[in-house]
């Protein structure tokens, strides 16, 4: 069974770069046809998709996101990772590192961290 965890700092400050890591175990993140994303809850608002990294490593980011992203993988550790640049309070959410099929589904999820941006 495909487990997945975040880690990284819970407090980044304004204009600093987020940066969480995924652990995956169970399963590798080179395995045909995975997509590995990230996705993030904002305080009061619905799930947001930031981007993925596909089993071949080609990346894929949201528009809106797409200049201060950068999704990156670690094969040998089985990790891969989220950089957001130019942080601001707004970028506070809970993060969620989560594994998609070749059908579309999220269906594998980490338990999410909570990352506040403030000085």
């Known amino acids: 069974q495909v487990q997945l965890q975040e880690s990284g700092p819970g407090l980044v400050k304004p204009s600093q770069t987020l940066s969480l890591t995924c652990t995956v175990v169970?399963?590798?993140?080179?395995?045909?046809?995975?997509?590995w994303s990230w996705i993030r809850r904002l305080p009061g608002k619905g799930l947001e998709w930031i981007g993925n990294i596909h089993y071949t490593g080609s990346t894929y980011y949201s528009p809106s996101l797409k200049s201060r992203t950068t999704i990156s993988r670690d094969a040998a550790k089985n990790q891969f990772t989220l950089q957001l640049s130019s942080v601001t309070p707004e970028n506070t959410a809970v993060y969620y590192c989560?594994?998609?099929?070749?059908?579309?589904?999220?269906?594998?999820w980490g338990q999410g961290t909570q990352v506040t941006v403030s000085s």
């Open positions: 169970g399963g590798h993140i080179t395995t045909k046809y995975y997509y």
């Open positions: 989560v594994r998609e099929n070749s059908e579309g589904d999220f269906d594998t």
